[in-house]
Structure formats: structure tokens, C-alpha cells
């Protein structure tokens, strides 16, 4: 997890309060791609993080968002959690 955040794929992580998840908002193209790179993942492969979830999400407002809010409309720049 920490190599995928520092390449860029993950762009915000973290628990969730009193639930005992957590929230991992990741950049990829689609929902497919998420899944493959989870299945992959050294942390999903040891059980340390199972996935529940899967949804896409954009981000609209916020220092994260991208420069270009064009880009939103051509599917490069998705949130998936």
C-alpha cells in the first residue's frame, strides 16, 4: 500500500472511526482496474485488508481535484473507495 501511494495510485487513505475499516481512494481508470490491482495487493493476499466495496467517485471541490475540471468528463481522472 505504502509503494502504490508514493507512485500516485493512492491518493487518500485511512480507518474509519469505531467501524474497524477503512476508506482507501484510489486514481484509476476503472472499476475492473481497482479490483485487479486489490486482488494483487501483498495486503489482500496476507488477509490484512479485505475488500468490501468497490464505487466510483469524483472529486469535485478540494485541493486534490484535478487542475482541469475537463478532465472529469474524459474518464481520466476517477476516485474509486
Given at each position: 500500500m ?13 480507518p ?36 468490501v ?16 475540471p ?12
Amino acid at each position: 500500500m505504502d509503494a502504490a501511494a508514493a507512485a500516485g495510485r493512492v491518493a487518500l487513505a485511512g480507518p474509519l472511526e469505531g467501524a474497524g475499516e477503512a476508506l482507501i481512494i484510489v486514481r484509476a481508470e476503472s472499476e475492473a482496474e481497482v479490483q485487479r490491482w486489490l486482488a494483487d495487493d501483498p495486503w489482500t493476499k496476507s488477509g490484512v485488508l479485505r475488500t468490501v466495496s468497490v464505487a466510483a467517485w469524483t472529486l469535485r471541490i478540494g485541493a486534490a481535484a484535478p487542475a482541469n475540471p475537463a478532465h472529469l468528463h474524459e474518464g481520466k481522472d476517477l476516485g474509486f473507495f
